[in-house]
């Protein structure tokens, strides 16, 4: 009788152990609850995306170029000016390169046929509302001028530009200046 009790036994604990051995050589699962919750937090967390974000650039910003020419017949003058115009963050600042030429009958000053004048202006108000843009701007500033034989003085009484307000217009990559009589139009610079 003990040697049948010891021989179920060891039956017994050849099965507990062949068991145990087969559950370890299978795949490891995870309980059907555990791969549901798994799969929902899945489902819930935030796509991540590849993607950088990019802040919307305003309309107006960047640099903007504008020149415009014209001959005066009275004064037997030509008049050459080139506009440079940086927005960024609400502000404005602006250049004006300005070059007159005259006949060798009327110089300018001494024997003075061509002048070159640099001008500089910033914005003091500034308000965009749509596709209009609305500039006040400061009285221009002698930045530099050539030949250094005019004074300074003289430069700056030949066409000193005062402060004001200019309104433009934005249609793609022109900005039209609406309140200049000469119709001034920008392009913005690639």
Known sequence: MLSATISSTFAQIDTIVRALVDHATQP???PPAQQHHS?????????????THQTKKAPFDGTWLATQSK?????QQMISRTFTMIIKDGKA???LDSTNASSPEKPFYASVNELQRRWSYVSVDYAEQGSSLTIQWAPGQLADWSPKTVPASV????????GETAVYKLKGDELTRINDPNGLVYHRAK
């Open 93 to 95: 600042t602006r250049t």
């Open 28 to 30: 490891r699962q995870s």
């Open 71 to 75: 001959t005066n017949p009275e004064t």
């Open 39 to 51: 799969q929902q937090t899945r489902q819930t967390s935030p796509k991540e995306s590849t993607t």
């Open 155 to 162: 430069v700056a009484d030949f066409g000193l530009p005062g």
